[in-house]
């Protein structure tokens, strides 16, 4: 399809593990975002790619929070040593770039840390 | 620090009526506003934009409204349809920075 991807759609880890969290975007989109939203919460930004740039990392809660963004296209978030605090719906988005804002969604990956 | 508010959780329309979803912003630098809406499971679709030098933008059944003097703006939907039923969220950015503030989300309701 043609839009954004992500995997997996559930995961369900053990407090204490480590997961990682794939995004795809659309093909030509030169920024990505990812997001989280805890339940009963907005959207939290996390981290944002823009083309080469160093990405603005400045909505990770922790240290614990990562990602990368190989030759400009998927990208992965990785959550060392889950906390029950870190289940939520991880959202990717991606965009054109100019600055407009409009971004595209993927449809989540629902994070549940037992 | 919530720089984009949107006050009411939730709210219930008649098929046919319109409806009316706000959003409050304390950061005067936004200069560009978006309403996205979502389904459940599936990410946020956007919907309309406008631009801090408009006070109203409309696309179909919806319309965008700012008020950049009391740092509103209101999303009216003319008419509700049940299919409008979803979350609607309120976003802004700054100077084309592509770093984007979303609001907490409205639910609307349309009763058929």
């Known amino acids: 399809g043609a839009g954004v991807s992500q995997s997996p759609s559930n995961k369900v880890t053990e407090k204490g593990k480590d997961v990682e969290l794939r995004c795809d975007p659309i093909?030509?989109?030169?920024?990505l975002y990812w997001y989280r939203q805890s339940l009963g919460q907005g959207l939290e930004f996390l981290i944002y790619?823009?083309?080469?740039?160093?990405?603005?990392k400045s909505g990770l809660p922790s240290d614990r929070f990562s990602a990368e963004r190989t030759g400009g296209s998927v990208s992965t978030l990785t959550i060392q040593r889950t906390q029950q605090e870190d289940s939520a719906v991880y959202l990717c988005?991606?965009?054109?770039?100019?600055?407009?804002?409009?971004?595209?969604f993927g449809p989540g990956t629902r994070l549940t840390v037992t | 620090d919530q720089q984009v508010k949107q006050n009411s959780p939730s709210l219930s329309v008649q098929e046919g009526r319109i409806s009316i979803l706000n959003c409050d912003y304390t950061n005067s630098m936004f200069d560009y506003f978006l309403w996205y809406k979502k389904y459940p499971a599936e990410g946020p679709t956007f919907l309309i934009s406008?631009?801090?030098?408009?006070d109203k933008n409309e696309d179909g059944r919806f319309t965008v409204f700012l008020n950049k003097s009391a740092k509103h703006l209101s999303l009216h939907i003319v008419p509700s349809q049940p299919g409008d039923s979803a979350v609607y969220f309120c976003?802004?950015?700054?100077?084309?920075?592509?770093?984007?503030?979303f609001g907490i989300g409205t639910k609307l309701q349309v009763i058929p």
């Open positions: 976003a802004a950015t700054q100077g084309g920075y592509q770093k984007v503030t």
């Open positions: 093909s030509g989109h030169t920024a």
């Open positions: 406008i631009s801090s030098i408009k």
């Open positions: 790619f823009q083309g080469n740039s160093a990405p603005d």
């Open positions: 988005a991606s965009s054109i770039g100019g600055g407009t804002g409009e971004q595209y």
